[in-house]
DNA sequence: GTTAACTTACTATCAAGTAAGTAAGTAACG
DNA sequence: CGTTACTTACTTACTTGATAGTAAGTTAAC
């Protein structure tokens, strides 16, 4: 009947502010899965925050499980730590990113507590984020270990067998201070140890050193 | 009337089999926070798994966040992970022993995966485990410190200013290598990799080179 | 016989998700 | 150009299910 000119009907374009609106259910979500964690959050508090009922947003994302997934990748337009997407600095430069990132990431608690609290939980079984964050560590550690490759190659040393033990934890390290930093920022200069744990594992793979513990 | 006597009274020592079954309940909670988060686990799921109704947990716990601090505390008598309590290894010895629980602990991911969920969970708001967390990370800080400052002394090196940063590094990279592990076991060796990072992260403190960054 | 160690039963609360309705936008068509 | 046809973007109200905690009762140890 009509289902034959239904099927050739136009598809009435979402509105403009739609996309401003989701953008802002976003970033309260990050906000309050930041302080709250994702099963200590809940869509009512992320609809109190833009003025709407969680029933609003469940109309956007369907559920609080694809709110979240969408938080993550929504992600790289906000966090400057990402490399995935932006253009790569290669070699020694992505090291020195990295310490840059890690003393902008001191200004940015709320982004930063996000990433601790969501990475650590979605190790718990079946959590939704499980698989973006298996990814995402796959995908930087890549991104370093080639840093090292480039490095070692541009010094004609030959890319030692520690380069995947450097990279895991080069982005380790930037984790775990970020978390004492969070528990404690007086306590942590969360720039300045990051700074400090890259140099020395990025010289330990450039001139490897007799265990100082043998 | 019966006021006095009773306070004289003998207070009914507390079943012995009552301990042996506050162990179980704690080990089930770790095992339950541990693998859900203290969010997302249950006092019924806890239950279940020590043959009881979670009423019976609350008659001895009181209430869901004095489990967990008592979860927290209790763990010293069963995580070898940990330093406080022991007698402590000094000065290089306590590095060795970093390693060697790094190499145990990638046989024991329950509890790894316990702590570090709930870690990074305590900087939640208002998380009752973040006054813990905070304790227990200002007290590790200070051993390493401590032993780095053995080290240096027993090689009649001056202690750097660098130790706190390396302090802070160390059971960073320690607790950040457990996360990308636990996401993905076979892409990170745990044990090798922080004896890695701990070995390169000594030895900058003990002979500094110039930045390879700079 | 008192108390510890529970259980059963209940309460209060709060969560995600669904259903149905409404107002307003947008396109197609005459 | 404006009516019709349909969709989006919500809200209100509800359902379903779970959860921590409480109160009262029961059994058995000491």
Known sequence: MTESTAAQR??????PETL???????DAAVEIFGSKGFAGGTLQE????????????????????QL?????????????ADLEEQHIPGGMALFRHLVRTA??????????????????????????????FQKRYETLRGEVARAFEVVCAERGVAAPDTIELASASILAVMDGLQVQWLLDP??????????????????SVLSPSPSPLA
Not at 47 to 56: I, K
Not at 186 to 203: H, N
């Open 10 to 15: 136009r598809q009435p374009r979402s509105r």
């Open 20 to 26: 401003a609106k989701r953008r802002d259910i976003l």
């Open 46 to 65: 992320i609809a109190d925050q833009v003025g709407m009922t969680h029933a609003g947003i469940l109309h956007h994302f369907g559920s609080k499980d």
């Open 68 to 80: 979240l997934l969408e938080v993550l990748s929504h992600r790289d337009e906000t966090d400057v």
């Open 103 to 132: 003393f902008v990431n001191a200004h940015r608690a709320g982004i930063v507590q996000a990433y601790v609290v969501l990475s650590a939980e979605s190790v718990t079984d079946d959590h939704p984020g499980r698989v973006f």
């Open 186 to 203: 007086a306590a942590v200069d969360l720039g300045r140890a990051s700074e400090f744990a890259i140099e020395a594992i990025v010289d």
